[in-house]
């Protein structure tokens, strides 16, 4: 099937069925780093079939394989910027000489704080390209000179996360100093559990993080099925007329910020309860939502949410989406482009954007771009429940994080085709 494939797709408004999610992306890549840096006493189960994940996991064996030549390796993300930002740490301190590069969207998406803080550290890194992002080269030249680097906690969760990764195997340890707010706290608080369950201590006073040189005990790291993916289901039964999801082996406590998503669809009529084998979504009753939704920790949920609202004609408000704008694509510019499609408007204003939905209409039949982000194929996908025909443009792009996603809406009554 070629890049840009169509899939057309129409779905069922009683929908009753048992879907079992891949593992975690997020927490499948951590564990792919954390059991790299304990040269394999740290097992991994239940890894995540995401692209994402099975490209992270073959480049740390390529890197083992050959990080004793002393040429540079090329390695290559792809769209994977998880892998880009976790990579450019492990990397810094790996035996080898590296060419760390990606696809076009990848080398305009900013590294340069996460550079800055590891050079501080004493990493060799250079760019290979334009300042401030990839590719870059990297050599094996690291030679801690600071215990102590600060850097913003604004911009990416995944920058702090990759550095505190590494911090067991530096000689001196790490203290990492968070300025400014934090954004997508539960990620940090994933990081900071996983290496814990691999043995690895820490304390977090105020602002700043410590984490002593110290070794990894022999574990296994068994991740969860991914919330992020549950998401879109949960969406589907907001937006149904009788819906009902049995989604195995999610726990009640997981490390996952969005997890969130239980309590936040709680006003969309989406009830959550736990069962023996994991959880059961049912739909129900919607009620007001007078508040602000603050989405800065859970930033991946966005785009699901706020279409939801939209389909449901909410003229809800959201903070916590600067974010959005450096991901795979720019996606609150992309949500505005695609929901024009169906008469509703997302308008900033001050870091508050805002739902207009008083033109909301259903064509009888849409195509949505999806500008290469796995995320806005799927957050727009539950949307067929209100129109016939939905064309979904490049909609393999899902294969970053949920591969299995068209074949689960089958499992689930929806009608697809490939044009």
Same mark, same amino acid.
């Given at each position: 099937?070629?890049?840009?494939?169509?899939?057309?797709?129409?779905?069922?408004?009683?929908?009753?069925?048992?879907?079992?999610?891949?593992?975690?992306?997020?927490?499948?890549?951590?564990?792919?780093?954390?059991?790299?840096?304990?040269?394999?006493?740290?097992?991994?189960?239940?890894?995540?079939?995401?692209?994402?994940?099975?490209?992270?996991?073959?480049?740390?064996?390529?890197?083992?394989?050959?990080?004793?030549?002393?040429?540079?390796?090329?390695?290559?993300?792809?769209?994977?910027?998880?892998?880009?930002?976790?990579?450019?740490?492990?990397?810094?301190?790996?035996?080898?000489?590296?060419?760390?590069?990606?696809?076009?969207?990848?080398?305009?998406?900013?590294?340069?704080?996460?550079?800055?803080?590891?050079?501080?550290?004493?990493?060799?890194?250079?760019?290979?390209?334009?300042?401030?992002?990839?590719?870059?080269?990297?050599?094996?030249?690291?030679? !801690?000179? *600071?215990?102590?680097?600060?850097?913003?906690?604004?911009? #990416?969760? %995944?920058?702090? =996360? @990759?550095?505190?990764? &590494?911090?067991?195997?530096?000689?001196?340890?790490?203290?990492?100093?968070?300025?400014?707010?934090?954004?997508?706290?539960?990620?940090?608080?994933?990081?900071?559990?996983?290496?814990?369950?691999?043995?690895?201590?820490?304390?977090?006073?105020?602002?700043?993080?410590?984490?002593?040189?110290?070794?990894?005990?022999?574990?296994?790291?068994?991740?969860?099925?991914?919330?992020?993916?549950?998401?879109?289901?949960?969406?589907?039964?907001?937006?149904?007329? !009788?819906? *009902?999801?049995?989604?195995?082996?999610?726990?009640?406590? #997981?490390? %996952?910020?969005? =997890? @969130?998503?239980?309590? &936040?669809?709680?006003?969309?009529?989406?009830?959550?309860?736990?069962?023996?084998?994991?959880?059961?979504?049912?739909?129900?009753?919607?009620?007001?939502?007078?508040?602000?939704?603050?989405?800065?920790?859970?930033?991946?949920?966005?785009?699901?949410?706020?279409?939801?609202?939209?389909?449901?004609?909410?003229?809800?408000?959201?903070?916590?989406?600067?974010?959005?704008?450096?991901?795979?694509?720019?996606?609150?510019?992309?949500?505005?482009?695609?929901?024009?499609?169906?008469?509703?408007?997302?308008?900033?204003?001050?870091?508050?954007?805002?739902?207009?939905?008083?033109?909301?209409?259903?064509?009888?039949?849409?195509?949505?771009?999806?500008?290469?982000?796995?995320?806005?194929?799927?957050?727009?996908?539950?949307?067929?429940?209100?129109?016939?025909?939905?064309?979904?443009?490049?909609?393999?792009?899902?294969?970053?994080?949920?591969?299995?996603?068209?074949?689960?809406?089958?499992?689930?009554?929806?009608?697809?085709?490939?044009?």
């Amino acid at each position: 099937m070629s890049k840009n494939a169509i899939v057309s797709f129409k779905g069922i408004k009683d929908i009753n069925a048992e879907i079992a999610l891949t593992g975690s992306k997020s927490e499948s890549n951590r564990a792919l780093i954390i059991s790299a840096l304990s040269q394999g006493i740290v097992k991994v189960a239940n890894l995540s079939d995401a692209v994402d994940t099975v490209t992270l996991n073959n480049i740390l064996s390529q890197v083992k394989a050959g990080r004793n030549n002393n040429s540079f390796i090329t390695v290559d993300v792809g769209h994977a910027g998880t892998a880009m930002r976790f990579l450019t740490a492990y990397l810094s301190i790996a035996n080898g000489n590296f060419h760390l590069t990606g696809s076009g969207r990848m080398k305009e998406r900013p590294i340069k704080l996460l550079v800055e803080a590891l050079q501080k550290l004493g990493a060799s890194i250079k760019y290979a390209g334009e300042d401030g992002f990839p590719p870059l080269d990297i050599s094996s030249s690291f030679a !801690q000179n *600071s215990r102590t680097v600060k850097i913003q906690g604004d911009i #990416s969760s %995944q920058y702090l =996360s @990759a550095l505190l990764m &590494i911090a067991p195997s530096l000689p001196l340890g790490l203290s990492l100093e968070i300025v400014g707010e934090l954004t997508s706290r539960p990620y940090l608080e994933m990081t900071l559990s996983m290496l814990q369950e691999a043995g690895i201590q820490h304390q977090w006073e105020n602002n700043t993080i410590h984490i002593d040189k110290q070794a990894f005990k022999a574990c296994e790291l068994i991740v969860e099925p991914d919330w992020s993916a549950a998401s879109y289901w949960y969406s589907i039964v907001a937006l149904s007329d !009788q819906g *009902s999801i049995s989604l195995p082996h999610l726990k009640e406590s #997981s490390l %996952q910020g969005d =997890s @969130a998503i239980r309590n &936040i669809m709680v006003p969309f009529g989406v009830r959550t309860s736990q069962t023996p084998n994991g959880i059961a979504l049912k739909s129900g009753t919607s009620v007001a939502i007078n508040e602000v939704l603050n989405l800065k920790d859970c930033p991946d949920l966005a785009q699901t949410i706020i279409v939801c609202a939209a389909a449901k004609g909410l003229n809800l408000s959201f903070t916590g989406l600067e974010t959005l704008k450096i991901k795979e694509t720019n996606r609150v510019l992309a949500l505005q482009q695609e929901l024009a499609k169906i008469g509703v408007t997302l308008t900033e204003d001050n870091e508050v954007y805002t739902l207009d939905c008083t033109q909301l209409s259903f064509p009888k039949k849409v195509q949505f771009q999806t500008y290469d982000d796995h995320r806005m194929a799927m957050a727009f996908a539950p949307l067929s429940l209100f129109i016939d025909e939905i064309e979904m443009e490049d909609y393999q792009v899902v294969e970053k994080s949920y591969p299995d996603f068209w074949k689960d809406l089958e499992k689930a009554g929806f009608t697809i085709k490939e044009i």
